[in-house]
């Protein structure tokens, strides 16, 4: 076989396969890099890039988000084949035990001449699928370099980086689909051969996860268990670790701290906060030190921990796409499909990644319709964790009624958004991974990636947010904000006026805007609906910068519209009709 | 239910009971359908086996060589199999 060497060296690799089949692990093996591997189709939403050693020079690598062929039918798929234009070299990476439809990516990428090497990956559950694959035949056929590889593990890793140099573009071109297809029939009758096997146990369950009853069950029972496990997870690390570094470490220090910036005054109330009876009070000094840093690590923290790692469980096994065939019904209601599902429990985390992950969907309506529905009634980790703590006081029974307050309101809105917006919404077709269990290091890797993300862009935030809140005090802006806005919050919400500030500064933090509900003294009720209405009236400015750029300015201040229009529907509701 | 010609039972996936499987013979729908479809491995001549449908016209679960595919209704009526004799 010919073999010619690649005129220069690459300055950038593409990652190209379809959806699920290890790009993201096995770029995270290129680049040293760690970046989110998931069981579904679409986690890499925005690509990613990282460097990768050849030679002693640094060449660029891309993981490209996943397609299936590269006529695009969403937004993220759009972005892929851009992305095609501007690589040197392209990785393909292809599904070992799914080989004929991965091929057709494979054939059509071909006939784009890009220098193509392709990572035969999965290669060990090809085996013990008992699939049998002659690499040499496939390579001679192909007239690209074929390596076998394991991305988890590492496995042909290196081979598939050496032979990047021998990385070809042979001419093909097919005259129409059924010629490409048939094309891939032909090579794969040469090269595959399958020895039966049996159903393995995950496929037994999957079956169970996808029956019309059995499935609702398995869904309630998982779900459970995920708030369960999340609960138990955040209070456990609030109770046996942030809370007792708090009081018995950073309290004292900070009280050793107090008297040397005066005990009382402007700085000693920004740095440290205000001594509540000759004492730090966490949730309501103020203080950068005190409040700011309680909230971010005593109680967001613990429960973005404790989201991100159930959330991670749920995605690395592959159980979301089988929640979105059990939802599609429901979402047709709301203009969605099932897999508008996926965006949706990413935003129990934060809505940023959840909003940017609505590119899956293929239409803009629907990117619209999701998008205006994550950001009303879906509320982050940071506010729950908040509720909880705050909320939670006065009994679990009104953390529910807030729950169950966002969910009636994104089920309701969904129904008028599904009638009042212009078009349809295209239909599910997704495929369902088989369940696999990842290794705990890729789970706590993503966590750990996932946390620290979180840490870095909110910490600043949420310091910015008490520093603010301390300096609009100060000048008094705070009276006139709650002097002409109290009519509507007491009127009709029933809220106190100084609950406005609260909701004001909901739009920088909404951690922050429920911590500072703690010194208002609410009744249980008011504590209610104001935790409804903070999840509800403005997402935070985060999620705002991320509608503008995803919906246009036009469909942001209509899906901001929609959001004004239904905070104070539903609080004022629940003011009405909730018991004192 | 389907048109029975010469023996042959055809019926779009939506309607084939779980368990059922048969091969593709048509896809009745426009290019980008077909595309879409085909990408996953739904094309006319590949055998399939239906899974499992949801209830009131929801999703149809099809199995297609090593993968499990979710079909939405609509799209799933548009598949017309032809049924393999249960043996």
């Known amino acids: 076989m010919q073999r010619t060497r690649c005129p220069n060296k690459p300055r950038r690799i593409l990652l190209v396969g379809n959806p699920n089949v290890g790009k993201s692990a096995l770029f995270s093996r290129l680049t040293g890099t760690y970046i989110t591997t998931s069981n579904y189709p679409g986690t890499t939403v925005e690509f990613t890039r990282g460097l990768l050693r050849m030679g002693g020079e640094q060449v660029e690598v891309i993981d490209v988000p996943g397609i299936y062929a590269l006529e695009p039918t969403s937004k993220a798929e759009e ?27 494979t054939l059509e990428l071909l006939e784009k001449r890009k220098p193509l090497v392709v990572a035969l990956n999965m290669w060990d559950d090809a085996r013990h699928r008992g699939i049998t694959i002659d690499v040499a035949m496939l390579e001679e056929l192909l007239c690209v370099p074929v390596v076998p590889t394991v991305a988890v593990t590492g496995e ?135 409040t700011g ?38 979402l047709h209601r709301l203009g969605l499909h099932g897999y508008a599902i996926i965006p949706t429990i990413l935003g129990l985390g934060c809505n940023v990644p959840a909003i940017m992950a609505t590119r899956i969907l293929e239409s803009r309506r629907e990117r619209f319709i999701a998008a205006t529905l994550i950001s009303i009634g879906v509320p982050c980790a940071a506010l729950q964790a908040m509720v909880m703590g705050l909320v939670g006081r006065e009994g679990i029974r009104y953390v529910a009624l807030v729950y169950a307050s966002l969910f009636v309101s994104w089920v309701v809105i969904g129904l008028i958004l599904n009638r009042a917006v212009k078009g349809f919404s295209p239909e599910l077709l997704v495929e369902i991974p088989p369940y696999r269990f990842p290794p705990w290091r890729v789970i706590g890797q993503k966590l750990w990636f996932r946390v620290f993300i979180f840490i870095k862009e909110a910490l600043p935030i949420v310091l910015a947010a008490v520093l603010l809140v301390n300096l609009l005090y100060l000048f008094g802006v705070f009276d006139f904000i709650a002097g002409v806005a109290a009519p509507v919050v007491s009127g009709v919400l029933g809220l106190p006026r100084e609950s406005v500030v609260a909701l004001a500064v909901g739009f920088l933090r909404k951690d922050v805007a429920v911590g500072m509900l703690a010194p208002l003294t609410l009744t249980a009720k008011q504590l209610v609906v104001a935790s409804t209405v903070l999840a509800m009236l403005f997402p935070c400015v985060a999620t705002f910068v991320i509608l503008l750029r995803e919906l246009g300015l036009k469909d942001m201040l209509k899906a901001t519209g929609v959001m004004l229009a239904a905070a104070l529907v539903v609080g004022g509701l629940q003011n009405l009709l909730l018991p004192d | 239910m389907g048109e029975v010609v010469s023996e042959r039972l055809v019926l779009p996936l939506s309607k084939m009971g779980a368990g059922q499987s048969g091969t593709v013979v048509e896809i009745v729908g426009g290019h980008g359908l077909v595309r879409r479809l085909e990408a996953l491995g739904i094309r006319p001549g590949k055998k399939v086996s239906k899974v499992s449908s949801m209830l009131f016209r929801g999703p149809v679960m099809v199995r297609v060589d090593n993968v499990q595919v979710a079909i939405g209704f609509g799209m799933a009526s548009r598949v017309m199999v032809e049924v393999h004799a249960a043996d």
């Open chain 1, 79 to 105: 972005v892929a084949v851009q992305m095609l234009e501007q690589g040197d070299v392209v990785i393909n990476v292809v599904d070992a035990t799914n080989l004929e439809r991965n091929l057709g990516l």
């Open chain 1, 156 to 290: 042909g890793v290196r081979e598939l980086v050496d032979r990047l140099g021998d990385a070809r573009a042979p001419e093909v071109v097919f005259s129409s689909s059924e010629g490409r297809w048939a094309k891939v029939g032909e090579i794969v009758g040469q090269v595959q051969s399958l020895s039966h096997r049996h159903h393995t146990l995950g496929e037994a369950v999957g079956d169970i996860s996808s029956h019309p009853v059995w499935g609702f069950m398995l869904a309630a029972v998982v779900l459970a268990a995920a708030f369960g496990g999340i609960r138990l997870v955040g209070e456990g690390i609030i109770k046996y670790i942030s809370d007792p570094f708090f009081e018995m470490v950073w309290m004292p220090l900070l009280m050793k701290l107090s008297p040397l910036l005066g005990g009382a005054g402007m700085w000693h109330d920004i740095i440290v906060g205000r001594l509540i009876n000759g004492g730090i009070d966490f949730m309501q000094s103020m203080g950068l030190l005190s």
């Open chain 1, 293 to 330: 840093l309680y909230i971010e690590f005593g109680v967001v923290i613990p429960y973005i921990v404790a989201f991100y790692f159930v959330l991670g469980l749920l995605e690395d096994i592959g159980y979301l796409p089988r929640l979105a065939v059990l939802m599609d019904t429901l």
